[in-house]
Nanobody, 129 residues
C-alpha cells in the first residue's frame, strides 16, 4: 500500500499562497509499483463533498486542474524522491478545506476521480478574509 503524508497547510490571508507537499512511499493497493501511479489532490470543506483539485501523471507530467483553481494552483512532482506538490496562489476564503493527496494507477483516466486507492490523512488550509 502507498503511504501518503501531506504537509504544508496552515492559515493564510486572502490573496496569499501556500505550498502543500505529499510524500509517498510503498506500493499502491493495486499491487503495481509506486513508479506507475498518478497523484491527485482533493479537498473537502465542512458540509461539502470531497472534490478533485488537480492531478499529475508520474511518467509524462501531464496535469489536470479543476476549473475553480486554473491559473491559481500548480501541481508538480519529484519522481526521484516520490514527492508531489501543490502550489496554491491567490488563495480565497472559498479555498478553505482539508486538502488530501491520493494515488491511483496510471491506467485510469487522468481527469476521472475513479481509481484512487491510497489516501493521505489530509492537511487543513484556512484562508481568512
Amino acid at each position: 500500500q502507498v503511504r501518503l503524508v501531506e504537509s504544508g497547510g496552515g492559515l493564510v490571508q486572502a490573496g496569499g499562497s501556500l505550498r502543500l507537499t505529499c510524500a509517498a512511499s510503498g506500493r499502491p493497493a493495486s499491487g503495481r509499483t509506486a513508479t506507475t501511479y498518478t497523484m491527485g489532490w482533493f479537498r473537502q470543506a465542512p458540509g461539502k463533498p470531497r472534490e478533485i483539485v488537480a492531478a499529475i501523471r508520474r511518467g509524462t507530467g501531464v496535469t489536470y486542474y479543476s476549473d475553480f483553481v486554473k491559473g491559481r494552483f500548480t501541481t508538480s512532482r519529484d519522481n526521484a524522491n516520490n514527492m508531489a506538490y501543490l502550489q496554491m496562489n491567490s488563495l480565497q476564503p472559498d479555498d478553505t478545506a482539508v486538502y488530501y493527496c491520493a494515488a491511483k494507477p496510471d491506467y485510469y483516466s487522468l481527469t476521472s476521480i475513479q481509481g484512487y486507492e491510497d489516501w493521505g490523512q489530509g492537511t487543513q488550509v484556512t484562508v481568512s478574509s
